[in-house]
């Protein structure tokens, strides 16, 4: 309430002054009682906001993270190393080759968010083609290479078992012929790790795996780029001797591969499952003995005493693509392993991350979600929705660097003026 009071001299009498002056008073008492209300209001909606539930981590609440810049990396002698080359496994990549993918790809996010306009003027990818195989449904990968393609002035055709020949009148290998003379290269999400290796083989153009049974190689990329900007590391140095806790299904691909990029880097990879999902005997001794060149290790444990001390817990669904039939048996095997807050208290670190590559079922908000709560009752499956929206959880931030480490996977591989 806005008064106006004039300070003129009034040539009344006294019975007139006082009526006026209790007007006056009781406009004073109406616009305070109005204030009141209003700041009221607003500190209730304070109170309110702050009651509601915390969002996990952006990438604009990590630690510093310091890539070296888009030059420097083009000057790289790794540089010419990685030109046409298939990301296949990271089994096939040196520590020295999977740290410039992951420096690139920081390079690559900050160009798209501080310089879209040098994106547009100089895309490093302008007038190539990429074909995407999809055997398995995508939303993250697809997108990833959709949006890193059209970024870089690159055309994409999408193809799944509905709308070509793939795998059924036509062979792999015949495909993979007729594809290579199309296309600057290939990407391919399906079951089998041989056919993804068969693209490579025959194509002749560089193949990127998408995710196989066997492995998810752009995930772990992912992965570690996010661990290193929430750490604030930008050697990998820094990176040796940081313990991963992978709890769930350990034999999985996304398991297999982040164990492949911890021992690589010299990371300290826990399998925290039930015996029978452990890590496969003869990827481990294929491990072990890289781990005595980087000074990583790779253990396993069905015991979850076994995070303490843990930088990170990653799970992931109990049920991979394909798998739905095993719903009841890996339930009843993988709920003692469900991470909740008592797990990421066990590690003895406030700070400890909590990463999962999505999809996650920590509600009833899917359709699968629902199934899974009216066939056994429960709520939330791999994770808890509370550590799932807790401080700790940096899996959207994972999420969005699927789209950077992709687009660096394509440039270091394909791009002609890079």
Sequence with gaps: VRLSVSMRPLNVGLKTKLSLFAAYSVLLLVASVSSLLHNNRNGSAAKKKKKSPKMPHSTMEAKSFCPKSMDELKRSPLRQQLKGKSLLTLLDFSPEEIWYLIELSAALKRRRKTDRQDQSTNPLLQGMTIALIFEKDSTRTRCAFEVSSYDEGMHCTRLDGLGSHFGKKESVEDTAKVLGRFYDCIQFRGSKQTTVEMLSEHSGVPVFNGLTGEFHPS????????????????????????????????????????????????MHWVGVAPEELFLGSDMKERLDRLCEETGGSITLSTSDDAVEGADVIYTDVWVSMGEEDLFEKRIKLLQPYQVDSAMMEATGKPDTLFMHCLPAFHDLNTAVGVQVYEGFGLKELEVTDEVFRSPQSVVFDQAENRLHTTKAIIVAAASPVF
Excluded: F
């Design 219 to 266: 995930q772990a990329i992912a992965d570690v780029l996010t661990m290193a900007e929430h750490w604030g590391i930008a050697s990998p140095e820094d990176v040796k001797g940081k313990k991963v806790c992978y709890v769930g299904d350990a034999r999985n691909n996304v398991a297999v591969s982040l164990a492949v990029i911890c021992a690589k880097l010299g």
